[in-house]
């Protein structure tokens, strides 16, 4: 009778146990993700996560960041960053050799706080002027943006005048400064300034001293959910997720 008990008590216990496939359903697929990105993600995130059946964990910073952490070991099963460095943890082989896909670029524009007069940002001459009236201009010290906004500065001209008056803040920290009312501006793409609740997208930057920063995915050489990776990779990079582009400040890449 007791040896009934123990097999009946363990064909219970297989038959309770969980399902692989609703487990497979259920875990989250792990992203490490560009700031530059984050408003088009955190706004089309049900969209993606019912298209391709899985909720996503994601993890936003700087690409620089993050490519740190990836090359310390952190574990992840998408990331999205700069070209550049997808393809250096390619050679690494941090990302698989065959995942990578274009995802999206953006330009750099000027942003301010909501209800503060709009300063004219359209051309050289007028970006100058902006920038000299301003206090303080933030910006993050590692954002794929700090070239294209040093090098404004110098074709302008005011490269020594702005050293007094630059903020370089952390991942996501000049719109977010802005909103405060701890700078006056912030340079950084359009598609970090956009989400951000408090502040206005002034303009991009004019067309002579733009710059665009593009962003591409891959899956992690180690991913432990290839399938859902995948699944992500098409998406990001196919036609539902490039019509949203645009309200985001962004363009699609080919």
């Known amino acids: 009778m007791k040896l009934l008990c123990i097999l009946v008590a ?16 259920t875990t989250p697929i792990r992203v490490l993700s560009s700031n530059g990105v984050k408003g088009i993600i955190d706004d089309v995130r049900p969209e993606i996560e019912r298209a391709i059946g899985r909720p996503l964990a994601i993890e936003f910073s700087t690409s620089v960041g993050l490519k740190a952490k990836i090359e310390q070991g952190a574990p992840f099963d998408v990331t999205i960053l700069t070209p550049a ?13 065959d995942s990578p896909v274009n995802v999206a670029r953006s330009g ?14 359209s ?3 007028a970006l100058k002027r902006a920038l000299l009236d301003a206090k303080k201009v933030a910006f993050t010290a590692e ?10 500065f110098e074709r302008l001209g005011i490269a020594e005048a702005m050293r007094p008056k630059v ?17 006056d501006l912030t340079l950084t793409l359009v598609s970090e300034i956009l989400p951000i609740a408090g502040v206005q ?16 995915a891959g899956r992690g050489a180690d991913a ?12 990001i990079s196919g036609p539902e997720f490039r019509s949203a582009l645009e309200r985001h400040g962004m363009e699609s890449v080919e």
Do not use: H, W
């Open 143 to 152: 954002g794929q943006s700090r070239a294209t906004i040093d090098g404004a």
């Open 85 to 97: 460095i997808v393809d250096d943890l390619v050679k690494q082989g941090k990302i698989a050799a």
């Open 224 to 235: 432990k959910e290839r399938e859902g990776a995948d699944a992500l990779l098409r998406y």
């Open 108 to 121: 750099v524009g000027v942003g301010t706080r909501e209800g503060a007069p709009r300063a004219d940002v």
């Open 123 to 125: 051309t050289p001459e």
């Open 10 to 25: 363990g064909l219970v216990a297989i038959g309770c146990g969980p399902d692989p496939a609703a487990t497979s359903e």
């Open 201 to 216: 997208l002034l303009g991009p930057l004019p067309a002579e001293l733009q710059n665009y920063v593009s962003f591409a």
């Open 167 to 183: 903020m370089l803040l952390g991942p996501a920290g000049g719109p977010a400064a802005v909103a405060k009312g701890e700078a």
